[in-house]
């Protein structure tokens, strides 16, 4: 951790002081830069009271008393968290303030020892001081005891009474954006935790008042998701927000809350205005893949080009609004690190990689100082450095896309994994953190299933049901084997129950695999049904039953009659009652030969090894065209490529005459 603070002429280059300031975390300078503030780890001292941590240095050339450590040193404070540690100074820098319990502490800039004014307001946490003109302050108090949060806009120095309110739920802490003129601020309510379950990172609402209080009002947002980012123009006239679920929404409102223009759908997540309002850029970061989008807000917002700025964690516009300077830092990232300037209009300007960069940004002036004009003429030169790094740059020879498993190469893509900028179906949350599969949810749809019933397959989501053109050759190869086991099984069943030719079923054998118990079961259940008072014995149960309907012989007896009064009455026999014949046996008849073809089963082994052999022939060509191209080969790559002779000579043993 540094020692000191060096304060640098950049105009220059020249050194103006050196603040004593040891193991400084934060920095920042007053809005007319003649005061630096710092902020050091919290401690505490010998008698284990806390160490003013919190330093406020005016910037001055050493003097005759430069031998006084702290000779520039002018305030200091108690400021335990990191979070919104800094000191908020007024436009003229006439006023300065900090939070404490329970109410915002005022000072005169020349005098920080003394308390100027307070602003009493039971659990305030947050607040911000307007940058225009009008000194007036915004502060924010959370939910507390069932009460909801408020934002109240005071004028500074009455403090008897709010000019203007604004009262809601879910606002666990809040950002407070002005703008450049003060008149309306913007409220981003930000909660911990989403109740409703759709989402890990809480909930967002947007607000919009005035400074007068003449109009405050919720921003309704048509597409549902977090808010990503909200910024006001530099004219202060309008604002732009970016909200919803990937692929995000871009929308710009005007001081009534009114959407004026919105933009295509894209994965985007950041926008950031030009400091004279002509362009705005929309941006991806993060986790996205870093496209800059670039538009022109006076042309009708048409765009202007595409940049492709991958890995960036700084992105900001030049003071003359020509410039876009990108950079990639760590600890952000610790690899990749360097700096990039380019021209709004796509080209790339200046271009500087290290090893490990922390930070970066331009120096700050007044946008005007530099009149924009005709911004496209004339067009800069690049950079030695730019021209240098654009020379390595590799073109890809075709697209990658996105991975296709084989089962869905050759098949259009489905709506259910398309972005909804691409045509596919929009996000539709569940309300639940689960993994839910909604109407583009990953994985396959859970379907009711009665058992017993024919299965329907489905195929593919998003292909036409029975295209065999667009199959794949597993799918069509499976396709065949499901067809011959239809086919086979069809032919099998009725020659299972084809009658005979006396109409009479072949008796089934009861499988082998079940035991007597169980194949017993049905015609126990019958008996027992008939009551409990059957005085004959279980064994001659099942062989005095009757035969089903189905089961009898047109020649075979009728059942005995039933009982009456305990007596059985039996049929007369006599020498004119024919004997029943024994049931001639079942006809077989020949189930028909079904025979099951793959793409493969007619390939001799030496089709198969020719194919293979050909297979990395193709892999070295493959090998050879990227090495020409300038591409550094691995050492097993290099060696594959040496093998080409001994696969030819052994294709050639196989009888191959060249073709492929």
Not at 327 to 333: E, G, H, K, N
Request: with cysteine; glycine share 8%.
């Amino acid at each position: 951790m540094c020692n000191s603070v060096t304060v640098i002429d950049a105009s220059v280059g020249h050194i103006i002081t050196t603040l004593p300031a040891h193991n400084v975390y934060e920095l920042g300078f007053s809005p007319l830069g003649t005061c630096i503030i710092t902020w050091q780890r919290p401690g505490k001292d010998e008698n284990g009271d806390a160490i003013k941590n919190l330093k406020v240095w005016r910037v001055l050339e050493a003097g005759s008393d430069a031998g006084d450590d702290e000779h520039n040193l002018v305030g200091r404070f108690v400021q335990k968290s990191q979070t919104g540690w800094n000191l908020q100074y007024t436009y003229d820098e006439r006023y300065c303030a900090r939070v404490v319990t329970n109410e915002v502490q005022f000072y005169e800039s020349g005098d920080l020892g003394t308390v100027w004014n307070r602003l009493r307001v039971e659990g305030v946490t947050d607040f911000a001081l307007s940058p225009g003109k009008n000194h007036t302050l915004a502060a924010f108090i959370p939910e507390r005891k069932g009460q909801p949060a408020a934002v109240k806009v005071f004028n500074v120095p009455n403090f008897d009474a709010a000019v203007s309110q604004k009262s809601f739920f879910k606002g666990d802490k809040v950002q407070l954006k002005w703008n450049d003129q003060g008149t309306s601020l913007i409220v981003l309510a930000q909660t911990e935790v989403d109740k409703s379950g759709k989402s890990y990172y809480g909930e967002t609402t947007l607000y919009l008042m005035s400074a007068n209080g003449g109009f405050d009002s919720r921003i309704d947002l048509d597409k549902d998701g977090p808010i990503h980012d909200v910024i006001w123009s530099p004219n202060s006239k309008e604002f732009g927000v970016v909200y919803g679920y990937m692929p995000a929404k871009t929308t710009i409102f005007n001081t009534k809350a009114k959407a004026t223009h919105t933009f295509a759908l894209a994965p985007r997540n950041t926008i950031i205005f030009s400091p004279h309002g002509r362009f705005v850029l929309i941006a991806g970061f993060g986790n996205l893949a870093g496209q800059m989008d670039i538009y022109d807000m006076v042309k009708d917002y048409q765009k202007i080009c595409t940049i492709e700025a991958s890995n960036a964690s700084v992105c900001e516009w030049s003071p003359d609004g020509k410039h876009i300077l990108t950079a990639t830092t760590s600890p952000r990232l610790r690899v990749d690190n360097g700096v990039r300037i380019w021209h709004f209009g796509g080209g790339l300007m200046y271009n500087e990689d290290l090893t490990e960069l922390y930070h970066v940004t331009w120096r700050p002036q007044s946008a005007t100082t530099h009149p924009l004009e005709d911004p496209l003429h004339p067009m800069p030169t690049p950079h030695a450095s730019a021209l240098a790094y654009l020379g390595t740059v590799k073109t890809p020879s075709k697209p990658a896309g996105a991975y296709r498993p084989p089962g869905a190469r050759g098949q259009i893509t489905p709506l259910a994994f398309k972005r909804e900028d691409q045509g596919g179906a929009a996000y539709v949350s569940n309300g639940s953190l689960s993994l839910g599969l909604g109407a583009n949810g990953f994985g396959k749809p859970r379907k009711r299933e009665v058992p017993g019933a024919e299965t329907v397959n489905d195929g593919i989501p998003g292909a036409a049901i029975g295209d065999d053109e667009n199959q794949s050759k597993a799918a069509a190869k499976n396709k065949k084997k499901r067809e011959a086991k239809k086919a086979k099984d069809a032919a099998e069943k009725p020659a299972g129950l084809a009658p005979t030719a006396d109409g009479v079923l072949p008796e089934t054998e009861p499988s082998p695999a079940r035991s007597p118990e169980r194949r017993d079961r049905k015609g126990h259940e019958r008996n027992r049904s008939r009551g409990q008072a059957d005085p004959q014995p279980r064994s001659n149960q099942r062989r005095q039953e009757p035969l089903r309907p189905h089961e009898r012989s047109p020649h075979s007896a009728a059942p005995p009659a039933p009982a009456l009064n305990g007596v059985t009455h039996k049929p007369k026999t006599g020498t004119n009652t024919p004997t029943p014949a024994a049931p001639a046996p079942p006809r077989q008849e020949k189930t028909p030969e079904v025979s099951v073809t793959s793409p493969e089963s007619g390939q001799a082994p030496q089709d198969k090894k020719i194919r293979a052999l050909l297979k990395k022939l193709r892999a070295i060509d493959d090998l050879k065209m990227r090495r020409a191209g300038g591409e550094k080969l691995e050492t097993t790559q290099i060696q594959k490529m040496d093998t080409e002779d001994l696969v030819r000579k052994e294709l050639y043993g196989l009888g191959w005459n060249g073709d492929s």
